[in-house]
């Protein structure tokens, strides 16, 4: 692990060289509960990128993994997130990336492509559609969950989901109720259509939780979507799918 400091709050990464060449830097982005390990080098991401000759690096968002605990739900704003992003890059000397984001992280590139365009060369949206504009996808109930005893004392579904999640994770439950309650922004269908940089929308045809890809990606001028047969939310992530449609989109970039 390596760490920085973003505005003074001191973020974990990993950056991974590419199997073979130089390698085009490529930012991952995780989900809310998750870090770099779960979210990306447990699921193969990592080593299917560097196989494909990227240059890898992901960072535990705040909250999260490895990084700083904060425990107000203001430090957890979706810019705020996306500034961490865009500081590594600086920390890095990296110029440009490819950003690829998962649920929140989906969120927070987003975030980040709206505000720092020159930064972004493409975008992949993995597990949020169209509720980047209609909803927040995770319920506010997940705070709760969080704040809760125990697991034993939760019988709503997706409440177990992600406390269980975030015990088998060993994160710290009192950031992730704050960081629940001060993430939850949405973009405008203005300012959505305002991202000119290519976008993958990547979504589960069984996840509930994103919304649409495909109204999403027909709101950016540059967006596609792709479908992820049979996948819910959790699922999705790791699918063989995902992976060949996020590395077909990287390889047209290079090539455009």
Same mark, same amino acid.
């Given at each position: 692990?390596?760490?920085?400091?973003?505005?003074?709050?001191?973020?974990?990464?990993?950056?991974?060289?590419?199997?073979?060449?130089?390698?085009?830097?490529?930012?991952?982005?995780? *989900?809310?509960?998750?870090?770099?390990?779960?979210?990306?080098?447990?699921?193969?991401?990592?080593?299917?990128?560097?196989?494909?000759? #990227?240059?890898?690096?992901?960072?535990?968002?705040?909250?999260?993994?490895?990084?700083?605990?904060?425990?107000?739900?203001?430090?957890?704003?979706?810019?705020?997130?996306?500034?961490?992003?865009?500081?590594?890059?600086?920390?890095?000397?990296?110029?440009?990336?490819?950003?690829? *984001?998962?649920?929140?992280?989906?969120?927070?590139?987003?975030? /980040?492509? +709206? #505000?720092?365009?020159?930064?972004? #060369?493409?975008?992949?949206?993995?597990?949020?559609?169209?509720? /980047?504009?209609?909803?927040?996808?995770?319920?506010?109930?997940?705070?709760?969950?969080?704040?809760?005893?125990? /697991?034993?004392? +939760?019988?709503?579904?997706?409440?177990?989901?992600?406390?269980?999640?975030?015990?088998?994770?060993?994160?710290?439950?009192?950031?992730?109720?704050?960081?629940?309650?001060?993430?939850?922004?949405?973009?405008?269908?203005?300012?959505?259509?305002?991202?000119?940089?290519?976008?993958?929308?990547?979504?589960?045809?069984?996840?509930?939780?994103?919304?649409?890809?495909?109204?999403?990606?027909? +709101? +950016?001028?540059?967006?596609?979507?792709?479908?992820?047969? *049979?996948?819910?939310?959790?699922?999705?992530?790791?699918?063989?799918?995902?992976?060949?449609?996020?590395?077909?989109?990287?390889?047209?970039?290079?090539?455009?």
């Amino acid at each position: 692990m390596h760490f920085f400091s973003s505005d003074g709050v001191r973020l974990a990464y990993v950056d991974v060289p590419a199997h073979e060449g130089e390698g085009r830097p490529v930012i991952l982005v995780h *989900g809310f509960a998750s870090n770099h390990a779960v979210n990306w080098a447990n699921t193969l991401w990592t080593t299917t990128l560097a196989r494909a000759g #990227r240059r890898v690096i992901a960072l535990d968002n705040r909250g999260h993994g490895q990084s700083e605990k904060l425990y107000e739900p203001s430090a957890y704003h979706s810019d705020v997130m996306a500034e961490d992003v865009r500081r590594l890059m600086d920390h890095l000397d990296l110029a440009e990336a490819d950003v690829v *984001g998962y649920s929140m992280g989906a969120r927070i590139t987003a975030h /980040l492509a +709206l #505000r720092h365009p020159g930064r972004v #060369r493409s975008a992949v949206l993995g597990g949020l559609g169209i509720h /980047l504009i209609h909803g927040v996808g995770l319920p506010l109930g997940i705070a709760d969950a969080m704040e809760a005893p125990s /697991l034993d004392g +939760l019988t709503d579904p997706m409440q177990r989901m992600f406390r269980a999640f975030a015990e088998q994770t060993k994160s710290d439950l009192e950031a992730l109720a704050a960081c629940i309650r001060g993430s939850r922004q949405t973009l405008t269908r203005e300012e959505v259509g305002t991202i000119a940089v290519p976008v993958l929308v990547a979504v589960g045809t069984n996840d509930p939780i994103a919304g649409s890809p495909h109204e999403l990606a027909a +709101l +950016l001028p540059n967006g596609r979507a792709l479908d992820i047969p *049979g996948r819910d939310h959790n699922l999705a992530v790791g699918d063989k799918v995902h992976k060949q449609g996020v590395i077909a989109f990287l390889a047209e970039q290079d090539e455009a």
